[in-house]
């Protein structure tokens, strides 16, 4: 059950790296580099290792949704950041 759901994990997070990757074939919107990708999968897989890590030490299902919230808050505000800057830190360049 346990590997089950890191391949899930790793795989979804995969495919969502794999977006930007296709679109990049269709569109000079998408403009991403090696940097870009290396980030991006570090965020993503890091969160699925911690929602994993965190699904086999809590054991509530009510706290399970409220970690898991918080774990997904934190990655989508670093994303954000990271993206268009919207708290203006130097952690984004701006």
Do not use: H
């Not at 994990?9 to 995969?14: E, G, P």
């Amino acid at each position: 059950m346990k590997n089950k759901r890191v391949t899930g994990i790793m795989l979804t997070a995969t495919f969502i790296l794999l977006l930007p990757l296709i679109a990049m074939q269709f569109t000079a919107e998408v403009d991403w580099d090696l940097f870009d990708f290396i980030i991006m999968g570090i965020l993503l897989y890091g969160t699925g290792i911690c929602i994993e890590l965190m699904m086999r030490k809590v054991k509530s299902n009510e706290k399970r949704v409220f970690y898991a919230a918080a774990i997904l808050g934190v990655l989508f505000l670093v994303w954000a950041e990271l993206a268009v800057g919207i708290f203006g830190t130097p952690f984004a360049g701006s």
